[in-house]
C-alpha cells in the first residue's frame, strides 16, 4: 500500500523559513521523480518543484525560484522542501507525489501558513 507523509508544516512570519518532509512507502521510492505541490485556499493545486530519482532539481515554480530548495535521501526514502524568505502568497497545503505525472493517491498535506 502506497504512503505519502508529509510534515514539518506550520505557522510563521513572513520572511521566516520551514524544512518540510515526506516520508514514501510502499513503491520503489528511489526509481521516481519526485515532487512537491501546493494548493491554496479556492485555488487549485499548483506544482512547486521536483527532484529526479538521482537529485537533479530540473523544474521549480518561478513563484519559489531562490527561494525553495528540494532535496531527497533515497535510504530514507524521503524527500525535503527547504523553504526560506516565505511569503503571505506561499500559504497552502502542501503535497508529495510522483511528478511531472502524479501516480499515487495524495497524503493529508501539510498546512503551511505565512503571516504578514
Known amino acids: 500500500q502506497v504512503q505519502l507523509v508529509e510534515s514539518g508544516g506550520g505557522l510563521v512570519q513572513a520572511g521566516g523559513s520551514l524544512r518540510l518532509s515526506c516520508a514514501a512507502s510502499g513503491f520503489t521510492f528511489s526509481s521516481y521523480t519526485m515532487g512537491w505541490f501546493r494548493q491554496a485556499p479556492g485555488k487549485e493545486r499548483e506544482s512547486v518543484g521536483r527532484?529526479?530519482?538521482?537529485?537533479?532539481?530540473?523544474y521549480y515554480a518561478d513563484s519559489v525560484k531562490g527561494r525553495f530548495t528540494i532535496s531527497r535521501d533515497n535510504a530514507k526514502n524521503t524527500i525535503y522542501l527547504q523553504m526560506n524568505s516565505l511569503k503571505p502568497e506561499d500559504t497552502a497545503v502542501y503535497y508529495c507525489?510522483?511528478?511531472?505525472?502524479?501516480?499515487?493517491?495524495w497524503g493529508q498535506g501539510t498546512q503551511v501558513t505565512v503571516s504578514s
Open positions: 507525489n510522483t511528478a511531472p505525472a502524479v501516480i499515487y493517491s
Open positions: 527532484i529526479t530519482a538521482s537529485s537533479i532539481v530540473p
